[in-house]
């Protein structure tokens, strides 16, 4: 197909010229027949003519798909720009330049290609001599692939050659690969492994595109003739030391391993150097020693049987085998002798660390005080007695902990009812932090719990805390909030330390239930009495403020325990009147309108009814009044603030 395209690509530039020739102008593109090009390249294709001043151009692909590019006119040339190339530029492209009533045409083929990186060279796994190992070369994001030939050499040796010759269905970017599974010699070591790839990229390519990649092989040596010596013997004493030294041999060179066989047969690892010590050995150490000598390909092993023997007289370590002991304590730790009459006495750690601690030795007995404990302080202690030739050594472990208060709890604001709420409970300055336990209440329900990671890389106080988020109701008001810490000590026989703290919990609401009222009623006569009470409901700590309402601004009324009297009213004193009820938690309104009437005589007399009507109101409405007053007391959970009166006056 593609020599079919070359023959009617031939064909059509000769009617080209044909035509060309009889124009009166020339036309020329740059390059002249073809182009290759990169895709993600970018390339210009340049039409020119020549005697014609004021040509016009268009471009066009011969099979009239889309042009993928951009077009710039300049006076005599026109330049059609591909930026990037992609898949889409693949076309022979037609240039026509017209001038007056002639016109001229010339094509130009774009050829593409995809070639961007060397290729790769993969190993199955680790070059070993005598394992077979499958070499992987590839080649990735090439186009046309069916050009693309891979050859795979071992120093001058071909191993493999491969091309790749299947129809392309769709264009695309493909990655190809050539594979070679072969046996690695220990002389194939410094050998170059050479990777070459070249990509024909038209037919008529005589040269192509050439890519390699190289890498020198390094053939390994599974580590074998592993050798254990043992210094002084596989037999010791109690509180003697041995050395063992291990070596292996292969390439590259073993990395030695120590361990201890169990007794369900498992490997308990003890050092990655090639000399174990082992000192202040017990009976329990005897057992089974393993040394491994391991590479990237293999590992080879060495075992060795240590029998440590049991000295006659006795050593007993108080209190033992272990005590906890708090941060800032301090401890006396004694060491005794049995069947040995002068006894000498030594101490050190097991990792041998400084003491950090005052030794005193008198008869068969040695003490070490360590005061204050103190981190340096956490070790295994060792006692060492030597009676004679014989010696024999006791352990104590030391562990040590911090739990020095209780449990603080915070909160991140008022408790509101239906708010969420923040709930804090912090234990200071306590240690080891991974053996805490916190544990959160709300009466007998649990709320919460919580423990914490063990770091074993970092000894310090620290301090830990356990936060949830909950929503009180009133319900919870009077119930009690319990943060409970716990501090597991494991290796001992008594109960977790613990801590608590308690608090009682107390869930505020915002007013509610405002009563606003005026007595008798809210439509008087000039001159009557009026009382204008306010009263808020089940709400504690509430301020009440009366207002008058005004255009010109509202006036704070000095009431009494929420009730204002106006005596004698008048006309200007009817209008709106407002209760303020408000708390720290929130606040509610309610309003009134107050009429009042005037009079229709305003002359002054009075009638018998008139006058006794008058004395029975003189005296019943401040009854009521004190009626109201003494109910508002007994019922309203609030009080009134001059003070806060005054700062809402407007």
């Known amino acids: ?37 990169q895709i993600g390249a970018s390339i210009s294709l340049t039409c020119s003519t020549m005697d014609c001043e004021s ?74 001599v005598g394992k077979p190992v499958t070499v992987t070369c590839l080649v990735p994001d090439v186009y046309p692939f069916d050009r693309l030939e891979i050859y795979l050499l071992k120093g001058d040796h071909l191993l493999k050659t491969e091309d790749f010759l299947e129809p392309t269905v769709a264009k695309s970017l493909e990655t190809k690969s050539l594979k070679v599974t072969f046996t690695p010699t220990s002389e194939d070591t410094g050998k170059a492994l050479v990777c070459q790839a070249k990509l024909y990229i038209t037919e008529i390519d005589v040269e192509p595109q050439e890519k390699e990649t190289t890498k020198k092989l390094q053939v390994n040596i599974s580590p074998q003739n592993t050798v254990i010596s043992v210094n002084p013997s596989t037999r010791l004493q109690e509180g003697g030391s041995v050395t063992m030294t291990c070596t292996s041999e292969g390439l590259p060179a073993p990395q030695i391993f120590w361990s201890k066989k169990s007794e369900d047969g498992s490997l308990q690892p003890l050092s990655g150097n090639a000399t174990l010590t082992l000192v202040a050995m017990r009976m329990e150490d005897s057992g089974i020693y393993v040394c491994e000598g391991v590479n990237v390909v293999g590992k080879n092993g060495k075992e060795v049987e240590l029998v440590v023997q049991e000295k006659l007289f006795t050593v007993e370590i108080s ?50 005080t360590l005061s204050p404990m103190s981190f340096e302080n956490e070790h295994s202690y060792l006692c060492t007695v ?144 009026v009382i204008i009470t306010c009263t808020c409901g089940n709400v504690p700590q509430t301020w009440i403020i009366l207002k008058k309402k005004a255009e010109t601004g509202d006036t704070v009324l000095k009431s009494t325990d929420g ?56 005296l019943i409405i401040p009854a009521i009044g004190m009626i109201i007053y003494f109910a508002r007391k007994a019922n309203m959970k609030g009080s009134y603030s001059l003070v806060e009166a005054q700062k809402s006056k407007v």
């Open 386 to 529: 030597t009676c004679g030739h014989k010696k024999q050594e006791k352990r104590i472990k030391v562990d040590l902990y911090s739990f020095p208060r209780d449990p603080e709890i915070e909160m991140s604001s008022l408790l509101v009812d239906g708010s969420p709420v923040n709930i804090s409970c912090t234990v200071p300055n306590v240690y080891p932090s991974d053996r805490l336990e916190i544990e959160l209440l709300k009466g007998e329900s649990v709320m919460k719990n919580k423990t914490f990671l063990v770091d074993m890389q970092k000894k310090s106080l620290e301090t830990k805390s356990l936060e949830m988020t909950f929503i009180p109701t009133t319900e919870d008001t009077g119930k009690v909030l319990v943060c409970q810490a716990k501090l597991h000590i494991d290796e001992m026989a008594f109960e977790p330390k613990q801590r608590q703290s308690t608090q009682t919990l107390h869930v505020n609401v915002a007013p509610k239930d405002i009563q606003l009222m005026a007595f008798p009623s809210e439509t008087v006569k000039e001159g009557d009495t």
């Open 1 to 37: 197909m593609p020599r079919k395209m070359v023959v009617i690509f031939g064909a059509s530039n000769i009617l080209w010229m044909v035509f060309a020739a009889s124009q009166a102008f020339k036309i020329e593109i740059f390059p002249e027949s073809k182009i290759v090009a």
């Open 563 to 618: 009730a204002y009297t106006i005596h004698k009213a008048q006309l200007e004193d009817a209008g709106v009147y407002e209760c303020e009820s408000k708390n720290e938690i929130g606040l509610q309104l309610r309003s009134i309108t107050l009429d009042v009437k005037g009079r229709e005589n305003n002359k002054d007399y009075f009638s018998p009814e008139l006058l006794v009507l008058y004395c029975a109101s003189s």
């Open 55 to 128: 040509p016009s151009f268009s471009w066009r692909t011969q099979i009239d798909s889309p042009l993928n590019a951009k077009v710039r006119n300049e006076g005599t040339k026109s330049i059609l720009i591909m930026d990037p190339v992609s898949f889409e530029n693949e076309h022979s492209y037609l240039c026509t330049a017209t001038c007056g009533s002639a016109k001229a045409e010339k094509g130009i083929k774009v050829h593409i290609y995809s070639f961007p990186k060397d290729p790769e060279i993969h190993f199955s796994g680790p070059l070993a």
């Open 319 to 368: 209190p033992g085998p272990q005590i906890v002991a708090q941060i800032g304590d301090s401890v006396m730790l004694t060491c005794s002798v049995t069947g040995c009459k002068s006894p000498s006495f030594f101490w050190k750690t097991q990792t041998d660390s400084p003491l950090s601690g005052k030794v005193r030795s008198e008869g068969t007995t040695s003490t070490l």
